[in-house]
């Protein structure tokens, strides 16, 4: 008798203790500041000087050059951008540019047709209204065409420094999600959730960072994980390991 009230005994802890695990785990838990620190942390060790990888040599240029990188690569931005630059040196030759031309010259990075009319729509603009120089506030870069919060970030954090959102872009999504620290799929509260849990002086290099580890490790189809330094942090379903 003894042994046979013993067996629900034990299945009935062994329960108990798995749904008090279960209750234990917060929702939120993917955004404890303790685990956001060491994920900080991380990226730091594995990338600490990441950088705008778009070639540039002034805000102007990168503006032009985040316009381009729209579904298309920084690799092949930054072929286009060699020739591209030289040809059209200033926000007027851009302005003025002959469309059809200027369609051919960056036809390599796709969309060219409405990325001609965004380049020539935002150069007008830069030029009449802010005395040809690449304004530093969101909300007056977002008054030019073909500009939303992502290019405005990349232009604000790289060109000059400010610190006004994360810039989420397909990597940024991705990693973020896979690291649970969002529930949310679209860019725009992805980065406020983003805007919550990460320091406001780590917005531009986080950004960076994660857009880095998202090209070199966690990539979208075969993450490798085995090389990931943040394995141990992450609980994602798209892990190999
Ligand atoms: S462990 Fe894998 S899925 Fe998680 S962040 Fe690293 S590479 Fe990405």
């Known amino acids: 008798m003894a042994r046979k009230n013993a067996k629900p005994k034990t299945k009935q802890k062994k329960t108990s203790a798995a749904s008090k695990s279960r ?10 500041p303790k685990r956001v620190r ?22 102007f240029q ?3 050059s985040t316009i381009l990188s729209a579904q298309c690569t920084d690799e092949r931005v930054n ?32 969309f060219f047709r409405n990325k001609t009319k965004s380049i020539m729509g ?10 040809g120089k690449v304004p530093q506030t969101m909300d007056e870069l977002l008054t030019l065409p073909g500009v939303a919060r992502k290019t405005a970030n990349v232009v604000l954090g790289s060109a000059f420094g400010i610190a006004s959102g994360v810039v989420v872009d397909t990597h940024v ?58 394995e141990r942090l992450c609980y994602s379903k798209d892990k190999t390991v």
């Open 62 to 64: 990168l503006l032009i």
């Open 173 to 230: 999504q991705r990693l973020s999600e896979r690291l649970d620290l969002t529930k949310n799929t679209d860019p725009k509260k992805i980065e406020q959730d983003l805007m919550k849990v990460i320091p406001q002086d780590r917005w531009i290099l986080f950004s960076h960072q994660l857009i880095w580890h998202g090209r070199r490790v966690c990539q979208a189809r075969k993450p490798r994980c085995l090389e990931c330094n943040l």
């Open 79 to 110: 072929i286009v951008t060699k020739t591209l630059f030289p040809k059209y040196p200033t926000p007027k030759d851009f302005a003025y540019a002959n469309p059809s031309e200027l369609e051919q010259d960056i036809r390599p990075t796709g």
């Open 38 to 59: 060491a994920i900080l942390d991380k990226l730091d060790q594995a990338y600490p000087a990441a950088t705008c990888e778009l070639h540039h040599d002034n805000p």
């Open 23 to 32: 209750v234990a785990a917060p929702s939120n838990r993917g955004t404890d």
């Open 122 to 131: 935002a150069s007008k603009k830069i030029l009449e209204e802010f005395s």
